[in-house]
């Protein structure tokens, strides 16, 4: 008996939010512990998950279940979107950058993160979850990201 080709999963569809601080020199990193994944270092974030989301809405969501930190989804702004095939499936992921805070980030989601750091921008840990490092990389111009990633600047609207 042959197998035959195996069904890709299907494509993820996302937000990274960069939550910088006030004055500029540090963003929220966190210690992602995803079960079955090595650790690695990743920004808050996740998939668009609910009909008619937008990718402002989606990582407003997501940064408010994964840290508790509420922020409006109207003060998010996408910067870049980022098409990869990295880990193994289809991911389109939205670089969103947030308003500066400073409010404390808790860890609402143990099975998940391990904890939240505010660390400065010139000193980013390694390794670093793979889409995590493309959206920083469009944030970032000096931050060196993996290949493989295609990269679709975002340029102001009006």
């Known amino acids: 008996m042959t197998s035959g080709p195996s069904t890709p999963p299907p494509p993820l569809i996302g937000a990274g939010v960069i939550v910088p601080s006030t004055d500029g020199r540090s963003v929220l ?8 994944e090595p650790p690695t ?3 808050p ?9 937008s990718f402002e809405q989606a990582a407003a969501r997501e940064l408010a279940e994964e840290t508790g930190i509420e922020l409006p989804a109207e003060r998010m702004r996408v910067l870049a ?8 499936r289809t991911r389109l992921t939205a670089a969103v950058l947030a308003p500066p805070s ?9 099975h998940a993160c391990a904890g939240w750091e505010r660390v400065p921008v ?9 889409p995590s490092a493309q959206v ?3 944030w970032l111009p000096d931050y060196r990201a993996p290949g493989g990633t295609f990269r679709y600047r975002v340029g102001p609207i009006g």
């Open 29 to 36: 990193i966190g210690r992602r512990t995803t079960a079955g």
């Open 41 to 43: 270092w990743s920004l």
């Open 45 to 53: 974030g996740g998939k668009v998950d609910h009909p008619g989301e």
């Open 81 to 88: 979107v980022l098409l990869d095939h990295g880990l193994g």
């Open 102 to 110: 400073d409010a404390p980030a808790h860890v609402t989601e143990p």
């Open 122 to 130: 010139d000193a980013l840990p390694e390794p670093m979850f793979y």
């Open 136 to 138: 920083l990389a469009a």
